[in-house]
């Protein structure tokens, strides 16, 4: 069964490019970001992961420590990476997990129970893990994305969400289609006009079901 959104996710130790980790104590009171290949030295996948190097910095303002996984050993890692930072101008200086066995990947619910890499294996035999995990100071999982192999994901659109997801986080409050940082939210409709009023002071009623205020971090 996957893991549903504000579950806790599984918590593991894992050997990466940088050591060691046990999951939950790697992501500390940090919000997290899983993001999971089927083979090195494969091409969308070295552009993806040259997409999150480049975004380091605003990774680190957002509190939000990435990782990535991939099938192959840690070893095979350091020498790919050399690849990814040459390809994207940049260091890429986050850990990826070395899921040899396919541990991580089923317990995040990414292949079946009796996957297996057989020998003179592609990337087509793991070709399931290639999703996105944002996760939450307290371990829950926020969302949760998985693409084919032919689509390279869109980390734009992952850092927007992570946004969205910070910005909601624990508040009664929601994000409109295509909201960006800075943009007008939605208030919950837990709140009726009198509690709205109070807390936000003001909004535009657009509907009586949709209610919208400025956004206040």
């Known amino acids: 069964m996957s893991i549903r ?4 996710v599984p918590n593991f130790t894992a050997n990466t490019d940088h050591g060691d980790i046990t999951f939950h ?4 009171d940090s ?20 997409a999150v190097a480049r975004l380091t910095e605003e990774w680190t303002k957002r509190n939000t420590k990435v990782i990535g996984l991939s ?6 890692h350091k020498g790919w990476k050399a ?3 040459s390809y994207a101008g940049a260091k890429a200086p986050f850990p990826i997990i070395a899921d040899e066995d396919l541990a991580v990947s089923k317990a995040f619910d990414m292949l079946p129970a009796n996957a297996y890499l057989p020998d003179g294996r ?11 995990f944002i996760i939450s100071p307290d371990k829950k999982l926020q969302l949760s994305m998985t693409y084919p192999m032919s689509v390279g994901r869109n980390f734009s659109e992952v850092l927007r969400a992570l946004d969205a997801l910070q910005a909601t986080f624990g508040k009664p409050i929601a994000t409109p289609a295509d909201w960006n ?15 709205a009023r109070e807390k936000f002071g003001s909004f535009d009623a657009k509907l ?10």
């Open 5 to 8: 959104i504000n579950e806790i």
């Open 25 to 28: 104590e790697w992501i500390g």
């Open 31 to 50: 919000w997290a970001i899983l993001f999971s290949h089927p083979k090195d030295y494969t091409p969308v996948c070295t552009t993806e992961f040259g």
């Open 71 to 76: 099938v192959d050993s840690a070893e095979e």
């Open 83 to 85: 690849d990814i930072e």
């Open 122 to 132: 592609t990337a087509q035999d793991s070709a399931s893990v290639r999703s996105v």
């Open 181 to 195: 940082l800075g943009d007008d939210v939605i208030i919950a409709l837990s709140l009726n006009d009198e509690q």
């Open 208 to 217: 009586p079901y949709l209610r919208t205020t400025n956004h206040q971090a």
